[in-house]
């Protein structure tokens, strides 16, 4: 089984890759051919031709089980090769005013069946909860706000633009 930054990026899944050339000659590439070169077309981004078609290695049906916790930024330095050695897929994302960041642990976990099975009166009352009445209540509970208790003028005009042409572009 493998583990953390062993996985690779969807560079490293790349099997061929058929690309146009400048004369319109369609070659195809395959790692065992020639592996230098391989690597470089599998990151070049189409610059050494049109990229026309792109074979992937693929794997079975797979869920990730998330798991996330606030770390200094210091700490999570000094444990870096644990966190990414712990977990199938790590990463980190840093807010720099805070000096912390969150730590996203991802592990692999076989698929489960998952019961989706609503009765038709379920469904339609699902829909009308969250889709009509939700952003009725909500545009709704906007237009009392910024009518009653807003002080500028200006400023409930404008509001009011940007609620009317958000419901106009939704219908788009």
């Known amino acids: 089984m493998k583990l953390g930054i062993r996985y690779g990026s969807l560079s490293s899944y790349v099997?061929?890759?058929?690309?146009?050339?400048?004369?319109?000659?369609?070659?195809?590439?395959?790692?065992?051919?020639?592996?230098?070169?391989?690597?470089c077309l599998t990151c070049s981004l189409g610059t050494f031709g049109i990229i026309v078609s792109v074979r992937l290695?693929?794997?079975?049906?797979?869920?990730?089980?998330l798991n996330q916790h606030s770390?200094?930024?210091?700490?999570?330095?000094?444990?870096?090769?644990?966190?990414?050695?712990?977990?199938?897929?790590?990463?980190?994302?840093?807010y720099p005013h805070t000096n912390y960041g969150i730590a996203y642990h991802l592990t692999r976990v076989q698929p489960r069946p998952i019961n989706n099975k609503k009765s038709f009166f379920s469904r339609i009352f699902s829909w009308f909860r969250y889709?009509?009445?939700?952003?009725?209540?909500?545009?709704?509970?906007?237009l009392i706000y910024f009518f009653f208790y807003s002080r500028s003028s200006s400023i409930r005009i404008i509001i009011l633009f940007f609620i009317i042409s958000s419901e106009f572009s939704s219908f788009d």
């Open 71 to 94: 770390l200094e930024f210091h700490t999570f330095l000094n444990t870096l090769p644990i966190h990414y050695s712990s977990s199938d897929h790590f990463r980190y994302m840093w």
């Open 131 to 142: 889709s009509l009445i939700g952003r009725i209540d909500f545009n709704c509970l906007f």
């Open 15 to 39: 099997r061929s890759i058929t690309l146009m050339k400048l004369n319109g000659e369609l070659k195809e590439y395959r790692f065992e051919d020639d592996e230098d070169l391989f690597r």
């Open 57 to 65: 290695q693929v794997s079975s049906l797979f869920y990730l089980e």
